[in-house]
């Protein structure tokens, strides 16, 4: 193979294994919570629940370009930095990338802030002025602060006691909505009963598992509960609930749905006043909010 040809193999190599390190990273990004940038409005500092820099690919690059190489690397900020944001004259602004590395000789980490030369390298075509007004931003985004109240460890799935959603539109605030969240009722909460035993989730939600045949040779049946409706009293007006079972056919594992014991199930929820409850931006919400709480009861030790 020619010195040229086996350069181009090479690169051809780099550009596959980083597209398969940034695919792998945008997986394991969405499975794990991740802290966000910074915010300031009007001088006050808030979390910015994004990432912004990472929504233009051409940005992305180049920002991951200029960092150093000694970077700390945590699952909780795949993007290696903490970018610095304002909002000023209904405009939003970046005004700084920080990023903590590590020193081998001193043993501790510290703090970098990424230069001007690099930062006027890569957003050159951003800048007003001496700042770099955020115009390739075209979606809304999310500002919050306080005490979390509810919390799903992927992304950014998480809420803030306050929070404020702005609507952006080339680097413009057209629109802002605040939001006070908080608990709305303090009642039952699967986050707060955890049943590890079978006995227990039969006290709490008996079911009739013998009148239905189909379960004659089953151990195991598990439930998903999720999409609860709730109103501002507590009161579960609605929810998604699936009874699952499963068999091995042959070298094939079949899983089979239980409707009539999905629904006696759905009658317990139902039954069961206040549900905890929050308000989150404007809606009451239950406290596993987009997410499904799973139960798995123990048909062979109940039989004992």
């Known amino acids: 193979m020619s010195k040229e040809s086996t350069i181009t193999a090479h690169r051809t190599m780099r550009k596959v294994i980083i597209l398969l390190y940034a695919f792998a990273l945008s997986v394991v990004a969405f499975a794990t919570g991740q802290e966000g940038d910074v915010i300031y409005i009007n001088g006050e500092k808030w979390f910015l629940l994004a990432k912004p820099i990472g929504s233009d690919s051409i940005l992305r690059r180049g920002v991951d370009s200029i960092l150093p190489e000694n970077r700390d690397e945590v699952t909780s900020n795949w993007s290696g930095y903490t970018a610095y944001w304002s909002i000023y004259n209904k405009q939003l602004f970046l005004d700084s990338i920080l990023v903590e590395c590590y020193s081998e000789v001193a043993k501790k980490d510290y703090t970098v802030r990424i230069p001007t030369a690099d930062m006027q390298r890569v957003f050159k075509n951003y800048y007003k002025k001496k700042n770099i007004l955020a115009t390739w931003v075209d979606y809304n985004i999310r500002a919050a602060k306080g005490p979390i109240l509810y919390y799903e460890h992927m992304g950014y799935e998480r809420n803030h006691e306050y929070e404020q959603i702005f609507t952006i539109k ?106 905890r409850t929050l308000f989150i931006n404007g809606e009451y919400v239950s406290d596993i909010k987009n997410s499904s709480y799973f139960i798995r009861y123990n048909i062979e030790k109940l039989r004992k």
């Open 170 to 275: 080339k680097g413009m605030i057209t629109d802002c909505k605040s939001y006070h969240n908080r608990v709305a009722v303090n009642g039952f909460s699967f986050k707060k009963n955890l049943y590890e035993e079978s006995s227990a989730i039969a006290l709490e939600f008996p079911l009739h598992f013998e009148n239905y045949p189909e379960l004659a040779d089953v151990k195991i049946v598990k439930f998903s509960v999720g999409k609860l409706q709730l109103n501002s009293l507590g009161q579960l007006l609605d929810c998604k609930v699936k009874a699952t079972i499963s068999r091995k056919e042959g070298d094939e594992r079949k899983y089979i749905e239980i409707e009539g014991l999905a629904k006696e199930m759905k009658e317990k929820l139902m039954e069961i006043f206040p549900w």
